[in-house]
């Protein structure tokens, strides 16, 4: 590999990197449960990105692995939430008969 | 060769961060969670296959490239159920849209919980600009306490005028507003009663029954929301007017408030007050009601307060009109005309409708006794049989410029209700200024 990619991918990383701030700050305020389950989904890609990158940087292909790894599994995460949520949602009070 | 594909692999490396780190932007930023999760999926999975197969590319072996394409696959294949997921859990928790949703497709088909979270705590305290304060803080931020309308200090108003201390005008928009608006101030001068402009009566959109076209959950919460609109919009200029014409008169005790709620909420509003001026017209709906479907009509049923409902201004009300049917309301219309203390100077007519009816001859007689007894002329008039004799009872309430009048029958969709005739709707097409107390 060349001087090139080497650095292309420091510059990605870089990006991505700079890309988990915006999805951390999501995390953190919410507001509700469903923003902070969809920044977790989100984290889960910036994870595959950036094992990939590692993959790049460090030269192992075995980085890659990883990245098939996460992007298989990580929607498991998500569908777990989206089922907790839904049973969790708070039902609406019924309004006493007048 | 190789030179052209490690120079495709950067730009493919740097296009999927870009994407990814431009995705992340968009959950962070983007109004409610649907397009936040749209955000995530999309962009998200668009710019990490970018960033696999650029990372494929670079690296090179036969073995690398298949796992990326294998990792976008899966990444294609897994994100939409993921995200899916997440939306629908997102909508039965309650989420709300954002402001720029056009319509909501899957109201009535999802159950929708409370939102888990109350927005009022999590939202962001933003500091108010410095200029929209005002200037001197210390002096206005006591709340100033209401004078108690004195009359005795506003000028010379009649003994017995002095029984209403509250008046309440409804603002609802319309043809008669203006009128209503006017008539209330004047009586607020005259007594120094204290005047409350309410809008927002009414803010109830019409429900759609009709048949729906192709897109009808669509159509039918546009035509609410622009009906809505349209109320808001007549609401506040009847506000604006009513404040216009108060600035008329600064030492009136006048307040302006605006209330959204439905009508029977409303009533509970009215409740402290001695005479609610409502312009005709002014239905649950916002304006332009049919008389028997009006807040003046609802209220006089429910005896909440004593109405005013104005069509036209009568300037100076020189003949009076008090209908007695036979409902029991009826027997108490001189009492609650004397303790308004409304048009004292002006003579008063009795009109039985259908004296054969039990007890209308009796409640006749006691209220001539009852305004002579207070110094009112009073006149009896010859009995009318309503159901026959619309015509006449339009063309004797003609020469009568207000009338007092509970609400002696009301239309109720029976097989006989086309030949029927309602004694308010007939009143309320011809006199100017119906007194309902």
Not at chain 1, 81 to 94: C, D, I, Q
Not at chain 2, 115 to 138: G, M, S, Y
């Amino acid at each position: 590999m060349s001087e090139l990619v080497i650095l292309a991918a420091k510059a990605a990383a870089l990006i991505v990197a700079l890309g988990l701030v915006p999805v951390a700050w999501r995390l953190i305020t919410g507001p509700s449960s469903a923003d902070r389950a969809i920044a977790t989904d989100m984290l889960g890609l910036i994870g595959v990105c950036l094992a990939a990158l590692t993959a790049l940087v460090a030269g192992h292909a075995a980085f890659l692995d990883i990245a098939l790894g996460i992007a298989l599994v990580g929607f498991l995460a998500a569908v777990a939430f989206a089922r907790l949520l839904e049973r969790a949602s708070v039902k609406p009070a019924t309004e006493p008969a007048e | 060769m190789s030179d052209l594909i490690e120079i495709l692999a950067a730009f493919l490396l740097i296009a999927g961060a870009s994407v990814v780190a431009l995705a992340a932007l968009g959950v962070a930023r983007l109004p409610d969670p649907f397009s936040r999760m749209h955000a995530a999926a999309k962009a998200g999975v668009g710019g990490a296959g970018l960033l696999l197969l650029g990372a494929g590319l670079a690296l090179g072996t036969p073995g690398a490239i298949l796992t990326a394409i294998a990792a976008v696959a899966f990444l294609v294949l897994t994100a939409p159920i993921a995200s899916h997921a997440l939306g629908r859990a997102a909508y039965v928790a309650g989420a709300p849209l954002g402001a720029a949703s056009v319509a909501d497709a899957l109201a009535g088909v999802l159950d929708r919980g409370v939102f888990d979270i109350d927005p009022a705590r999590t939202a962001r305290r933003r500091p108010l600009p410095r200029d929209l304060l005002p200037k001197d803080n210390a002096m206005t931020a006591i709340p100033e306490f209401r004078r108690a309308a004195d009359p005795a200090s506003r000028g010379a108003p009649a003994a017995d005028a002095a029984a209403i201390r509250r008046i309440l005008c409804c603002l609802v928009g319309g043809a008669a507003q203006r009128e209503a608006t006017e008539a209330a101030l004047e009586m607020a001068r005259g007594t120094g009663a204290q005047l409350t402009g309410l809008s927002g009566a009414g803010l109830e959109p019409r429900a759609w029954r009709g048949p729906l076209p192709v897109g009808g959950a669509f159509w039918s919460s546009w035509l609410a929301s622009s009906s809505r609109a349209r109320i808001r919009q007549s609401c506040a200029a009847a506000l604006d007017e009513f404040q216009s014409l108060a600035a008329g008169s600064p030492d009136l005790d006048i307040v302006a408030r605006h209330e959204e709620t439905e009508a029977s909420a409303l009533a509970r509003l009215l409740a402290g007050q001695d005479l609610v001026v409502l312009p005709a017209g002014a239905g649950p709906h916002g304006a332009e009601a049919e008389p028997g479907m009006e807040i003046a009509a609802s209220l006089a049923r429910a005896r909440v307060a004593p109405v005013l409902r104005v069509a036209r201004r009568p300037g100076d009300v020189r003949a009076v009109l008090l209908l007695v049917g036979s409902s029991p309301a009826c027997g108490a219309l001189a009492a609650g005309l004397l303790r308004t203390g409304l048009w004292q100077g002006a003579p008063v007519a009795i009109l039985p409708v259908g004296d054969d009816r039990p007890g209308v001859a009796e409640m006749v007689s006691a209220q001539a006794e009852l305004l002579r007894a207070h110094g009112r002329k009073v006149t009896v008039l010859a009995s009318l049989d309503l159901d026959f004799e619309q015509e006449e009872l339009r063309r004797l309430l003609s020469r009568y410029d207000g009338a007092v009048m509970s609400r002696l029958s009301n239309r109720h969709g029976g097989f006989f209700d086309s030949i029927r005739n309602c004694a308010f709707e007939t009143t309320a097409d011809t006199v100017p200024v119906i007194l309902l107390p």
